[in-house]
């Protein structure tokens, strides 16, 4: 009985149809991670700043997304904001809002806690080496910066992609949606579909996942020094 | 533009209904977290002494464990199984999902916090002639609790909040009261305000718990 | 009496990490009692060889001889060993979850099974001997360098081992410290411990080894008695090494 469901993988255009979900889920992710990494960078730098006025505030920003569940921020934004501000929001435009301010918040962390654990005397050795400004964030703290930010980094964009799933319970049309879809249909033909179609999801998510978290592991090993 | 204020008879009204999804939620994840210790003791133990196959085993569990969303599992755990035969309870799933994701976790922390415990200081345990079992009773297991504190202070809060989750498989916890009830009255502010509230009331005792324990603990660093 | 035989032997040591020879056929013979200071520059092969005496490193041939049994077996339990041959390292690694009184406790109670009331005196002797005993219930965060050193000698003796390893045992400490700490190996020394003691201490070794062996390259390349090698050392090698330390 188990074998039979199998092939609904390959009936007609289900796989494809899952795959153009899985799609819908990486735009979401990918949207997101890029307008994360800009803007985390700019206001982890700013975070550096020991003005109490600025740390507090972003502060707390930083702990609400750590202290309340992404699920919870999405169903805030989803229900609270159309409920009280009689605006229209899209589910799509929900999960960007809010997958934005978290890695906006998580990646300033990075960058910031980055900045701070840069040795002091890197530079100061730079400019008894004659370096200026420029040159010492360019060939100095930059790159070293980079090397203590970018595993991490990688380390939260392999969360969102798995946070993505979470999508499906504001009704954003993605994998797992499609997925149900396709095990509603085909219920009386393929009656195991839905051990199949989940796996193959889970499936899917590992292969996206996996090789993010083995390069970042890599990257790591290499800069170890 | 809807009234800002609450309606703060409604939310007495539904307070027992919070009451018992909140105190569904700390058990579950206490339960979870319990098993995730256990499994995650277990794969640490055998990736620190290199045990062939075993080791091989445990490399696999955590990949697949840390590269795919908890939502997911429980999913193929509570729709999938049932097909193949194996029928078990939302709670039962989302204990499962929640030992199965937070061992691979655990299994992380407390392997660098055995790592962390120096070559020197094991070195002086079989100096003054402990034998391996003794050696990882008084000199690795101590310090390697210490050292793990910060991340499994990390990692019990993420589970605590994956219980979120569970909201997909029908479980009643936090979160999917607050939607259910969200469809039934309409109150969406009471409502998520209440939510948020219950998490708090979870997290904030948790991690005064686990900052105190951390003091307790921080001998490790002090070694020499 | 005859002649007794030597308490440790050493014979034809061999030691390699991969092809690297790291000691390369060591001969020694130390009899009981006898304090044998080891001396060489960096990277000669001194602390493996101590390391080696106590099983921390596996040696590729030759042969070391306990009461002349051979320790160079499969059936060698290095945890009796280790009762009997002491080793005291230059990171002093007090255990930190644990007191002072609880870490020297620790191996008579735990491996040789010796009653509490029999150790606690024990212990509380030793401290008193080197200047400690009030410091029993404190923690090992709670003390100084040198302080640490002396409790883990004491944690070492009380084990009742019938030789003493020494690894340095002052090169991390502040100067103002390595005294208490040489006091603590003289006494010991005065009292008839044998001992084998690496250390960088010119001084020191002068005044309290009976024997000085300076190694070099992994093989031992002058042996003497001790004021017979400082005043008058044979080779080339020994002399460029006492005259860099003379300034």
Known sequence: MLNSGISVLFEGINLQRLLIGLLATLRVALISVLISIILGIIIGIIRTSKNKLIQIPFRIYLELFRIIPILVWLFVIYYVIPANFDINLSSEVVALIVFSLWG??????????????????????????????????????????????????????????????LLTMIGVIEVIKVGQQIIEVNNLQYPTASFWIYGIIFFMYFCICFPLSRFSRKLEQKWAA | MENLTFDWQYMIDVLPHYKTALWLTVKL??????????????CSVIQYFKMRVLSNVVQVYLEIARNTPLLIQLFFLYYGLPKV??????????????????????????????????????????AIGLSNLQLMRYVIIPQAFSYSIPGFSANCIFLLKETSVFSGIAILELTNTTKNLMGIFYKTNEALFMLVIGYLIILLPLTLFLTWLERRVRHAEFGN | MSQQVPILQVKGLIKKYGDKAVLNGVDLQVEKGKVIAILGPSGCGKSTFLRCLNGLEEVQGGDILLDNQSLINKSTNWRTVRQRIGMVFQSYDLFPNLTVMENILLSPLKVQKRSREEVEKQAKELLERVGLADRANDYPRQLSGGQ?????????????????????????????????????????????????????EMNFARLVADEVIFMDKGKIHEQAVAEEFFSNPQTDRAKQFLNILQF
């Open chain 3, 148 to 200: 640490k050193q002396r409790i883990a000698i004491v944690r070492a003796l009380c084990i009742n081992p019938e030789i003493m390893l020494f690894d340095e045992v002052t090169a991390s400490l502040d100067p103002e410290m390595v005294r208490e700490v040489l006091d603590v190996i003289a006494q010991l020394a005065e009292q008839g411990m044998t001992m084998l003691i690496v250390t960088h």
């Open chain 1, 104 to 165: 906006i918040a998580e990646m300033s962390d990075i960058v910031r806690g980055a900045i701070i654990s840069l040795p002091k005397h890197q530079m100061e050795s730079s400019k008894a080496l004659g370096l200026s400004p420029v040159q010492m964030y360019r060939f100095v703290l930059i790159p070293q910066a980079a090397k203590r930010s970018i595993p991490p980094m990688i380390n939260l964009i392999t969360r969102m992609i798995k946070t993505t799933a």
């Open chain 2, 29 to 42: 994840a206490f339960i979870g977290i319990a098993f995730a210790i256990i499994v995650g003791l277990i």
């Open chain 2, 85 to 126: 035969g194996v029928t078990l309870s939302g709670e039962l799933c989302g204990i499962i999902g929640l030992t199965f994701l937070g061992g691979s976790y655990m299994a992380e922390v407390f392997r660098s916090g055995m790592e962390a415990v120096t070559k020197s200081q094991i070195e002086t345990g079989k």
